[in-house]
């Protein structure tokens, strides 16, 4: 990690070195083994910045935000991986509506969270307390779904850096063809759907089987959550969440929110998204939203600008 610490900065809010660092200090043994391989390779302080956006943009945002084509350059050398992952894939993968009834019966019609029944499970005399329910993918179901050739290439770049930094996933053998396996989807309620889906708590693994420590990564979250859950088994035709697969989405938000991404990526998702209007006065602060493009967010947006 010498050259991490060598690495002079480009801007004032260049965030290459705590991302680099925040990938070496949080992925699995073998994953890291492939990132301070491609690390070693790399001689001046471009490169280092270009792979740390590589990073950014194709593998930490894509679980947050992919709603049109993402704008990903690979890095060098990664075609023969990329061009293995395009062969394996059967085509664009479309959501399965009895995926939630299974979660449902697996998971007792509750959110796993916060235990609250289904609305639609319950009798409308029921004193129970009640929530609305999703169900909620661990890896993201957008990885497996496109609409062009030019998403498709961005899907495969994504699902290489997955497999590359994330090896175990070859191991469990989970492909972008089992998206829709229950071992990769939980009943929640729909807000605590959103701030999973942003990584504001993850699910950590403890020594008891099928019992997860809630790490909260958003202190400010006004939402309370238990400080464990355990995963009760109703229904056991179908698979409770893979282990691996909580793991793969715990790491990735301790590298969102370490790295000094998340500031930037959280500012460009609120503006994007509407809830950020330009002050008549001009004294929105536009650079500062813009210079979330270095991180991907906009060129991930780039067909509703």
Sequence with gaps: MEKVDAYQPMSSDDK???????????????????????????????????????LIDGLVTPFISLRSTPSISPRLGMEDSIASVASESTGPIQIQDHLKVECLARDGNRCVVSGLFEEASVDRNSTEPITLTE??????????????????????????????????????RFTRENINDTANAMTMSFSLHRHFGRFDFSFEETSQLQKYRIQNHSPRMQMRLPRTVFFNWYDRRYDLPHPELLKVHAIIAQIFHASGAAEQIQKALYYLEGHCALAKDGSTDVSSILAATTLGVLASRGDNA
């Design 16 to 54: 290459t070195a705590s991302i680099l660092r925040a990938f070496h200090t949080y992925l699995p043994e073998n994953g890291r083994v492939n990132f301070l391989n491609h690390l070693d390779s790399l001689q001046i302080n471009q490169q280092l910045h270009d792979h740390a956006r590589s």
């Design 135 to 172: 169900c909620v993918h661990i890896i993201p179901f957008s990885l497996a779904s496109w609409h062009s050739r030019s998403e498709n290439h961005a899907k495969d770049v994504i699902w290489t850096n997955l497999i590359r930094h994330f090896p175990t996933l070859e191991t469990i």
